[in-house]
């Protein structure tokens, strides 16, 4: 019987207790701030990472895994007799990432064992599905089994960001300055999703962190309605703002487990500090 693997990106925002557990790959985004480079979430953990983003003048850059980094980590895994390798990764709408994973496929042997994969999603809303998807492997299903499992919860699952600041999502040219000055000066808080083509968007506007998340869990009653829910919330730099996230949802939705996991440098980027995002598996 085969030994399945699975291989992700440091994108997914997966606690590294858990990595480590369930034995998931991951391979790392990188970080520059000027001429320094970090490779995410190893060189630079997120703590470190939003202490420098806020004293940073300027917004940092941030670049995918090349196809040879994909290429010797698929190597060195596939040493090992009877191995299979499924490797997710962050949204083929959002990153070069995927692509480097399926040249670097392009570039093995025929007879490597190895299906890669689009989630079509970013941060713990792929990590999720790549935890399940480890716990899945551990558990001895098939690598079919486990491949219906990881598209299943793809369409199953539900995702809201809510961004503390415009000021990030300026600086990366999301949204004009006059924008960003306007949202500022009235409090705005916005809350983003990711399509079913893999691509961020804009759900709303809301006035008030509180008021934010109160929108955020009505939408999640229309999506999910009274469905027992499974929920992971994640957050850049604001344990306190995800606390009182997860005390609402508590009050609004039967909450089978809770999990919390920090928002890596790469996707902290985009949002900044003081973020939140949601992300929801109906059980």
Do not use: C, W
Request: charged content about 20%.
């Amino acid at each position: 019987m085969s030994q399945i693997r699975i291989v992700t990106d440091s994108t997914a925002d997966i606690p590294a207790d858990l990595q480590e557990a369930l034995g998931i790959e991951v391979i790392p985004l990188k970080v520059h701030f000027g001429m320094d480079t970090y490779r995410d979430q190893i060189d630079m953990s997120s703590e470190v990472f939003f202490e420098n983003l806020t004293s940073s003048a300027v917004l940092p850059t941030t670049s995918q895994p090349s196809p040879v980094q994909f290429v010797e980590t698929y190597k060195r895994m596939l040493k090992a007799a009877d191995t299979s390798i499924i490797s997710v990764h962050l949204s083929s709408g959002l990153s070069g990432t995927y692509q480097s994973a399926i040249l670097a496929k392009s570039m093995m042997d025929d007879s490597a064992d190895l299906t890669v994969i689009d989630s079509k999603s970013a941060s713990y809303g792929f990590g999720s599905i790549v935890v399940a998807a480890a716990e899945a492997a551990r558990a001895g299903r098939s690598k079919d089994e486990i491949i219906n499992l990881i598209h299943s919860m793809r369409q199953q699952l539900k995702l809201y960001f809510l961004v503390d600041t415009l000021e990030y999502l300026q600086k990366g040219g999301r949204i004009g300055k006059a924008a960003a000055l306007v949202g500022s000066l009235l409090n705005i808080k916005p809350i983003l999703s990711v399509s079913d083509e893999g691509t961020v968007y804009s759900v709303d506007k809301v006035r008030g962190q509180k008021k934010a998340m109160a929108r955020i869990i009505e939408l999640l009653k229309q999506d999910l309605g009274d469905k027992p829910l499974n929920i992971t919330i994640a957050h850049a730099a604001a344990l306190d703002n995800a606390e009182l996230f997860n005390e609402m949802m508590l009050q609004n939705f039967v909450v089978k487990s809770t999990r919390y996991t920090q928002i890596g440098p790469v996707v902290g980027t985009h949002t900044g500090p003081g973020a939140v995002a949601v992300f929801v598996n109906p059980v």
